[in-house]
């Protein structure tokens, strides 16, 4: 089967340049998780889909960071402009949810390999 | 507020020895309790989830444990070998919160 696939591995762009990162999410998957890995702060979660509608964005650090979710098998997290504090590895994971009970899916996240990104 | 914290935060060992690796919460009342692996370059890999209800999980040579009243889970690793060598994590799910990863601990070893 495959993962979950994040697209692109690695991007390096300048200051104020936009950048998109991508996911498909784990066929069958209805849970998707955006996630910024950094050696400081190491995990954080920045946003949240179930069934495609986001559900908790809580973590988005600022106005600058967008995601979208059109479909069950596409995601898009979007930077605009990029900052060099942005610099980190973002991943995304998808779940199949099965608890009503949780606020959260209760299944274990699988993980992408990851968009290492560099901004200059 | 969910906190969880990993203890070493690196190790390293000799091929062919038993390990534990430590993981504590701050708030008992959990739903889950996962560990995941990573290798470096690459995402995270699950490798065990216990529910509240559990008390341990066991894959192949992994075994974890967790104890919510004491807020603390074990991941037991039997003759180590080099290709362990990873960061391993532990993520608790609370109540209406997303997912608190602890900041991992490095393991090295060494053949």
């Known amino acids: 089967d495959a993962g979950v696939i994040q697209s692109p591995r690695h991007e390096v762009t300048e200051m104020g340049q936009e950048v998109t990162l991508r996911c498909k999410p784990i066929s069958g998957h209805n849970s998707l998780f955006w996630y910024r890995q950094t050696m400081m702060r190491g995990l954080e979660l920045l946003i949240y889909f179930n069934n495609n509608v986001p559900i908790d964005d809580s973590g988005m650090p600022e106005d600058r960071f967008s995601a979208k979710m059109p479909n069950a098998s596409f995601s898009t997290l979007k930077i605009q402009p990029s900052e060099p504090r942005d610099s980190a590895v973002y991943f995304c994971a998808s779940s199949l949810r099965v608890s009503v009970a949780a606020h959260y899916s209760n299944q274990p996240q699988h993980f992408g390999d990851g968009t290492r990104l560099s901004i200059l | 507020k969910q906190e969880v914290t990993q203890i070493p935060a690196a190790l390293s060992v000799p091929e062919g020895e038993n390990l534990v690796l430590n993981c504590s919460f701050t708030d008992s009342a959990i739903y889950n309790l996962q560990w995941f692996r990573q290798d470096p370059g690459k995402g995270l890999t699950s490798l065990l989830l216990?529910?509240?209800?559990?008390r341990e999980q066991t894959s192949g040579r992994l075994n974890a444990s967790l104890d919510k009243s004491s807020g603390r889970s074990t991941l037991y690793i039997a003759a180590s070998q080099p290709g362990d060598s990873a960061t391993y994590l532990c993520a608790v799910l609370s109540g209406n919160t997303p997912l608190v990863f602890g900041k991992g601990t490095r393991l090295s070893v060494i053949a």
């Open positions: 216990i529910q509240s209800s559990q």
